[in-house]
């Protein structure tokens, strides 16, 4: 995972969005998140930006363009104050957080994002696509653990991060594609034990000693700890749906949605750049910041990508999603419909 206080990582990471490199990555290694920081831009007009937007991350390889679009002025040009809030305990944490008012905009997993407001989470709408490949979830037990296989297991105790984060409700997803609702025919609450552990490390620990049998988390922020032999890998699901939209809570859409989607053109510059420069600079950049393999970090690149433009949602993403929650229990038939998840102010539905 990508750490919660990036100012102590250098940047290995000097271009534009035109994959133009205007310093070697040698010379770029000598400088740090802080003393980008500390050099304002030429463009950033203060008087624009009305307030200053907190985004909500989980700290892992897809959130590295934010990084890059803080750090490169990306933020400043586009006239918005942005401050980064780590959210290691992942959609639920920022969901909560959301409803706390501790940050404006949350990149999110989308099947949290659709359950929540499904379920009256009335305090925040989505706006946008973030990263629109679909998420890997690898199926992790402890080491010595005695399941061997998916199939066992049914009935057993499952690690998360917290009630609505992607591993709570990827678990009811599994549960529907291995046939284990309809079994208990009893209702989700009977399918699994919870043990709620707030970040990855706790759950790692715990199939390990034995108060979880098993986790859900994403495949490449496992692998490592796969390769070490600390936890195993006994399966993988892939849900047919983008993997992280933008959910902006509606204070701020209401009173600074302009600043909003200048917030969102940033990223996107930011997305833009890193995925264009994926065959070096951006590979070094994950490589140095998260101390990943080089061939686990290029096998990722070959299976992410980046919407094209943030502010776009796919209503059928959005409807897949839904009648998959409602087939997996998790949502309530009808469900609501793409037109009232979104804030069409800014999300454009396509």
């Known amino acids: 995972m990508l750490p919660c206080q990036p100012l102590a990582v250098t940047l290995p990471y000097m271009g534009d969005a035109d994959g133009d490199v205007r310093h070697s990555i040698k010379d770029a290694r000598r400088r740090n998140f802080s003393s980008v920081l500390q050099q304002p831009s030429p463009h950033f007009n203060s008087t624009m930006a009305t307030t200053t ?4 991350y989980v700290p892992e390889h897809f959130s590295t363009p934010l990084y890059i679009a803080r750090d490169q002025g990306f933020f400043e040009e586009n006239s918005v104050s942005v401050q980064l809030v780590c959210c290691p305990g992942g959609t639920g944490e920022m969901t909560q957080k959301l409803q706390n008012r501790e940050i404006d905009l949350a990149i999110a997993l989308t099947e949290g994002l659709v359950a929540g407001i ?8 989505i706006v946008g696509t973030y990263v629109d490949a679909p998420l890997c979830w690898a199926i992790s037990t402890g080491s010595q653990s005695k399941h061997g296989s998916i199939d066992t297991l049914n009935h057993s105790k499952v690690a998360i991060s917290r009630y609505g984060s992607g591993s709570h409700i990827m678990a009811y997803v599994l549960a529907d594609q291995q046939g284990w609702l309809e079994s208990n025919n009893s209702g989700e609450s009977d399918v699994y034990g919870f043990n709620v552990l707030n970040n990855f490390q706790a759950m790692r620990d715990s199939v390990n000693d034995g108060s979880s049998d098993f986790f859900m988390w ?12 600390e936890v195993r890998r006994i399966g993988q699901i892939t849900p047919p749906w983008p993997a992280f ?9 209401q009173n ?4 909003l989607q200048r917030t ?3 990223i996107q510059k930011a997305t833009n750049l890193f995925m264009a420069q994926k065959e070096d600079t951006s590979v070094q950049l994950v490589m140095n910041i998260l101390n990943y393999k080089e061939e686990d970090v290029r096998n990722w690149f070959k ?3 980046y919407a094209k433009d943030h502010s776009h949602v796919s209503s059928r993403a959005l409807q897949v999603t839904v009648s998959t929650l409602i087939k997996a229990g998790v949502v309530n038939a009808p469900g609501p419909s793409p037109e009232s998840l979104c ?5 454009v539905l396509e």
């Open 343 to 347: 804030d069409l102010q800014v999300a």
């Open 256 to 259: 600074h949605a302009a600043d």
């Open 245 to 253: 939209l933008f959910a902006a809570h509606v204070d701020l859409l």
């Open 53 to 56: 937007i907190k985004i909500g």
């Open 118 to 125: 499904s379920k009256g989470q009335d305090w925040y709408k």
């Open 264 to 266: 969102l053109k940033a």
């Open 303 to 305: 299976t992410v990508s």
């Open 218 to 229: 994403e495949t490449f922020t496992t692998k490592p700890y796969h390769d070490s032999g």
